[in-house]
C-alpha cells in the first residue's frame, strides 16, 4: 500500500472508512471483507454510515487487516457526493494502460486516479452534484471491467491505498464526465418490444444447436455463459438473459428448446422455477429473449424479419476469381500520392501527444493541398480538401487557418465541418455526410476527420477493442476506396508510451493500425522537448520514414528539418565541437609536436592544471573519448587508436595527418 496521505485532502478529513481483509466466500474465491474499525471483531455494513469512522480511526486499528476503504455515503461533502470508479485489470507489468482505460481515464481527467490493491487496477474518486441520482435503470453500475460507485445507487465500500498515478489536492466535480462514461460504456441494451417477434419452432436437434452456436463468431460468449461464467454482466440475471438470447437464435425462437437447453448450462439454479406473478422467472426470461431477438438461423442463409414473417436476404453476388496471369495482363494505374511520398489514396492515421500542434498540421496539410504547395519540403498535387473540426465551433478553425495562410488569400477549394452541424458519428449518419459532401463538391481528394473519437460509435456488448477499430475504419476504408480520395483520421497518442515501437502509441489497439493504408504519429523526445519532435511514418505503399520536424511557431506551420538520423548526427557534431574533453585533447596534441597519447584521469589532470576542471569522473571521460573516435578522424584528421590499459586506465594515442594533396 502507498501512502494514505496521498488522498485528497477533503477525503480524508470528511470520508468515512472501514478496514477490510481477504476472505474466502462459500465458493472459493477471495473477496475483500469490511469490518467496523471502531470494534473490528465485528463485520460493518457497506451500507450503514454508523459502520464507518474517519480515517484516522480507521489507520489505528487497521493492524492485522489487507487495508482501508471508503464508504460510499451522502451528504459527508459541502461541495455534493462522492463517486468513485473501479477499473478492473487495466495496468499491464509494466504499468501500462490498457487502450480502454486511457480513454475512460482522459474523459474522467478530473478525478483523483490510484492504483488498487492489486497493482493491476485503477481506482478513481470525484464528486456528483447533491441532486445527481445514477440511473441504474438506463446504466449498469457494473459492466466488463468497469464499475462505477455512486451514492445512493450503490451499497458497496472501495478500497484505498494511496498509491497515486493522478494526484488531486481536493475531490473535483465529475458529473458531467461521469454522464459521458455511463452513456459510451454503462448504458443498458434497449429491450425490444416488437410483438412480431413471436415464438417459433426449431429446426436443429439440441446437440447441433450446442455446437453451431459454440462454433459461430460469438461462439466464446456463447461458451463462456454455457460453462457459468458471468463475469462480463453485471448481474446472473442479465448473464441468463443473453445466453437465453443466443439460444433463441438458434432454436429459431422455440421457447421449449431453449428452456430445455438452457436447463442444462451451468447458469441453471433454483431461481430459474420461482414463481414470477402468473408464471416463473425461467418462462420470463425466455419471453423476454424472443421478444428481442429479431434474426433467428435458417438451414441455407440468415434471414430477418419483417412484421412477424421470415424474410431471407438477398443471396450473395457470385464471385469469380481471376487467374495470376489475368491480373498480370491488367493495366492497373501506380499509386495516386497527395504528397508525393508521403500521402497516397486511401485511409490514413495521424496520432499525436495533445496540444502539440496536430490540428495546425492537418490544416496546412489541407492549404498545401488546396494550393499546390509543398508540405514538409514534399511535392503535392493540388486538389479540393474537406476538413471536420469536430471539437470547435467555426471561431477556432477560421483563427487557425487564417494563421496559417498569414497574409495569403484563403483557398475557395478549402471546405469546413464544424461540430455544430451534428454530422453524426460512424454507422449512425457520417458515412451518409461524407457521400453527400463527394457528390456535392466531387473535386475533393482529401477528408480530414479532427478528431476521430467523435465519431467513434459506443463499442458493443461483447465486442473486442480490435474488433471494434476494425470496424470503425471498415466503412471510411470503403467510401476511401469507392470514391477515390485520401482519409486521414486524427487521434491522440496513448499516455503510456511504448519506447521500442512509436506506432505503438496510438490511441486504441492494433486494429486501427492495420486498417489503414498509412500512419503518421508525432512523437516528442523528453530529453530535447519541442526541439526533438520525430514524424514516424509508414504504409502499405512507402517505406517506414522518420523525419524531423519542428512547429515554427512565428508562422504556425510545421516545417521538415531533414531525417531524424541527420538530426541526431548534427548533434552529435556540435556536441564534439562544444566538448571541453575534445578541446583539451587537441590542445595536448598541439603542445606535443601532433602526437599525445593518455588516459582520461590525464584528460581531468591537464584541464585541471590548465583551468578547464572537468567535472566528470574518469569513467564518463573515457566514454566521451570513445563516443568522439570517428569524428576526430573525420572533422579534424586526427587518428586516434586505443592502446593498452595502464594503472591510469584505458590509454588512446592522438595524431594530427594534416591534409596534403595526396590525401585529399
Request: some cysteine; aromatic content about 8%; proline content about 5%.
Amino acid at each position: 500500500m502507498g501512502d494514505i496521505n496521498n488522498l485528497p485532502a477533503d477525503l480524508r478529513e470528511h470520508g468515512l472508512f472501514c478496514v477490510w481483509r481477504y476472505e474466502k466466500n462459500p465458493k472459493g474465491d477471495l473477496t475483500k471483507v469490511p469490518y467496523k474499525p471502531r470494534d473490528p471483531r465485528y463485520g460493518a455494513d457497506s451500507a450503514d454510515k454508523a459502520d464507518f469512522a474517519p480515517l484516522e480511526t480507521a489507520l489505528k486499528h487497521s493492524s492485522g487487516f489487507d487495508g482501508v476503504g471508503v464508504g460510499i455515503f451522502k451528504d459527508l461533502f459541502e461541495r455534493g457526493n462522492i463517486v468513485g470508479f473501479d477499473i478492473d485489470h487495466c495496468l499491464d507489468q509494466n504499468g501500462n494502460l490498457s487502450a480502454e482505460a486511457e480513454k475512460i481515464t482522459d474523459i474522467l481527467k478530473y478525478c483523483y486516479w490510484e492504483k488498487s490493491p492489486s497493482g493491476h487496477g485503477l481506482r478513481g474518486f470525484g464528486l456528483v452534484n447533491k441532486d445527481f441520482k445514477y440511473d441504474t435503470e438506463r446504466f449498469y453500475i457494473k459492466k466488463g471491467g468497469l464499475e462505477i460507485y455512486s451514492a445512493g445507487a450503490t451499497s458497496r465500500f472501495l478500497t484505498v491505498t494511496g498509491n497515486v498515478v493522478k494526484p488531486a489536492e481536493r475531490l473535483e466535480d465529475v458529473t458531467h464526465e461521469l454522464l459521458e462514461v455511463a452513456r459510451t460504456y454503462m448504458v443498458r441494451p434497449a429491450e425490444q418490444t416488437d410483438t412480431n417477434n413471436q415464438p417459433g419452432a426449431a429446426m436443429l436437434p439440441d446437440d447441433d444447436v450446442l455446437k453451431m452456436a459454440a462454433n459461430a463468431s460469438n461462439g466464446e460468449k456463447f461458451r463462456k455463459l454455457w460453462s457459468g461464467d458471468t463475469s462480463d454482466y453485471p448481474s446472473d440475471s442479465e448473464a441468463d438473459l443473453a445466453l437465453c438470447g443466443v439460444l433463441a437464435f438458434w432454436c429459431r425462437r422455440d421457447p421449449t428448446q431453449i428452456d430445455k437447453l438452457f436447463r442444462q448450462s451451468a447458469l441453471f439454479r433454483k431461481k430459474w422455477d420461482s414463481k414470477r406473478g402468473g408464471s416463473t422467472y425461467g418462462e420470463w426470461t425466455v419471453k423476454k429473449a424472443i421478444r428481442m431477438c429479431s434474426e433467428v438461423w435458417e438451414p441455407e442463409r440468415r434471414v430477418t424479419t419483417e412484421n412477424g414473417v421470415i424474410k431471407p436476404k438477398e443471396p450473395k453476388q457470385r464471385i469469380v476469381a481471376i487467374t495470376a496471369a489475368e491480373l498480370d495482363a491488367l493495366d492497373i494505374p501506380p499509386v495516386e500520392w497527395l504528397v508525393e511520398g508521403l500521402l497516397p489514396i486511401g485511409s490514413a492515421c495521424l496520432s499525436a501527444p495533445p496540444k502539440t500542434g496536430k490540428s495546425y498540421l492537418a490544416i496546412d496539410l489541407c492549404i498545401s493541398i488546396c494550393t499546390g504547395e509543398p508540405f514538409l519540403g514534399r511535392n503535392t498535387n493540388k486538389a479540393a480538401c474537406l476538413y471536420f473540426d469536430l471539437e470547435s465551433g467555426k471561431r477556432r478553425p477560421k483563427q487557425r487557418i487564417r494563421q496559417v495562410l498569414g497574409d495569403k488569400k484563403a483557398p475557395d477549394n478549402f471546405f469546413i465541418i464544424t461540430a455544430e452541424q451534428k454530422p453524426g458519428k460512424v454507422g449512425a449518419g457520417f458515412e451518409d455526410t461524407l457521400i453527400d459532401q463527394l457528390q456535392q463538391h466531387p473535386e475533393i481528394r482529401l477528408i480530414v476527420i479532427d478528431v476521430l473519437q467523435k465519431v467513434r460509435p459506443p463499442r458493443k456488448s461483447g465486442t473486442s477493442m480490435y474488433d471494434s477499430d476494425y470496424d470503425l475504419f471498415s466503412p471510411i476504408n470503403d467510401i476511401a476506396i469507392k470514391h477515390n480520395v485520401a482519409v486521414l483520421c486524427v487521434t491522440h497518442n496513448r499516455k503510456m508510451r511504448d519506447p521500442s515501437d512509436p506506432f505503438n502509441d496510438i490511441s486504441g489497439s492494433t486494429g486501427v493500425l492495420g486498417s489503414v493504408d498509412a500512419a503518421f504519429v508525432i512523437s516528442k523526445a523528453r530529453r530535447y522537448g519541442d526541439e526533438d519532435v520525430t514524424l514516424f511514418v509508414t504504409g502499405r505503399e512507402m517505406p517506414e520514414q522518420e523525419l524531423a520536424v519542428a512547429f515554427n511557431k512565428k508562422v504556425f506551420r510545421w516545417e521538415c528539418m531533414g531525417t531524424a538520423e541527420q538530426r541526431e548526427t548534427q548533434r552529435a557534431v556540435d556536441a564534439y565541437h562544444s566538448s571541453m574533453v575534445v578541446s583539451i585533447i587537441k590542445e595536448l596534441i598541439r603542445k606535443n609536436g601532433g602526437v599525445w597519447e593518455g588516459s582520461a584521469q590525464d584528460v581531468i589532470d591537464y584541464g585541471g592544471l590548465v583551468g578547464k576542471h572537468i567535472m566528470k569522473s574518469n569513467e564518463d571521460v573515457g566514454k566521451d573519448i570513445n563516443r568522439f573516435l570517428s569524428y576526430f578522424d573525420v572533422l579534424d584528421n586526427i587518428k586516434c587508436i586505443p592502446s593498452r590499459t595502464g594503472k591510469r586506465g584505458r590509454r588512446y594515442k592522438f595524431t594530427d595527418t594534416p591534409v596534403t594533396a595526396d590525401t585529399l
